[in-house]
């Protein structure tokens, strides 16, 4: 059979990936805090026809000979890069200006994310929206955030994430909680779990630093949407899409020249 055939399929299915990568990316366009992927291909290995050779005595060198196998998947990356910041006027919604991300838990791990749409649940405690717990920074109530619905009044979110309350007679309650920021040395190594979070990896590398230190700030009643660029998705996908249909006119080339070969015989 003919390498490029294989060739031909081996490119079919990378491109597969690659459109299966996209359609995912323009399905999550308006999720709040959601990360892009990105697919890469790389050549697999040449078949060595002939070696390269030395210069030697009145003859100068010869390159080597290989014919390429075809090609396969090298990265499906997460572009970890900042989404747009939309603001909501809910003091509840918050978004993060640099590299940091919020840490919540479901009684057993902890999870991160990008999204900061959160909510109260009916004993005050700070939650998102599958009810996953916000973590503070301190290790108080199981590090839960509180905004007791008895002895509130009113709440502001600092930069700093601090969790300002103010209590029924007017003043501000002693020791504000603070919301706790995660970072990590490489958040590309982040591995996403489905519902906006992310699990750490040992390729991530939590970074354990004083607390939110070199995380950013927090901007409170706003969102950070998806980092996703429809142009640039359409874009890739009309390439991907000729790219398919090119590997298959490589099978169908090599398919009409097989048929060649076997009409030989009459």
Do not use: H, W
Not at 120 to 137: A, E, I
Not at 228 to 235: A, G, K
């Amino acid at each position: 059979m003919l390498r490029s055939m294989y060739s031909g399929i081996s490119g079919m299915k990378n491109f597969q990936t690659k459109l299966d990568v996209l359609g995912n990316n323009i399905a999550n366009v308006n999720t709040y805090g959601y990360k892009k992927g990105r697919t890469t291909f790389q050549d697999l290995v040449s078949q060595q026809v002939a070696g390269a050779t030395a210069p030697a005595g009145n003859r100068g060198g010869v390159n080597a000979k290989q014919v390429g196998l075809g090609s396969q998947i090298g990265t499906i990356d997460t572009v970890q890069t900042a989404g747009s910041i939309q603001s909501t006027g809910r003091p509840l919604d918050l978004a993060i200006s640099g590299d940091g991300y919020f840490v919540v838990n479901d009684g057993t791990s902890d999870y991160y994310t990008r999204a900061g749409n959160f909510y109260l649940d009916k004993d005050g405690y700070l939650v998102t929206g599958d009810g996953l717990f916000v973590k503070s920074t301190s290790t108080n109530d199981n590090g839960r955030i509180k905004i007791d619905p008895t002895t509130a009044k009113s709440y502001s979110i600092g930069s700093n994430g601090t969790v300002n309350i103010v209590g029924l007679n007017g003043n501000m309650l002693p020791n504000p909680q603070t919301i706790k920021l995660a970072k990590f040395a490489n958040n590309e190594g982040l591995q996403k779990a489905g519902g906006n979070l992310f699990t750490n990896t040992p390729n991530a590398g939590l970074v354990t630093t004083p607390a939110n230190s070199g995380t950013g700030t927090l901007i409170s009643s706003a969102l950070e949407m998806s980092n996703v660029d429809l142009s640039e998705e359409f874009t890739d996908m009309i390439v991907a899409q000729r790219g398919f249909q090119a590997n298959t006119r490589i099978i169908t080339t090599s398919d009409e020249i097989l048929q060649e070969l076997v009409n030989l015989k009459r």
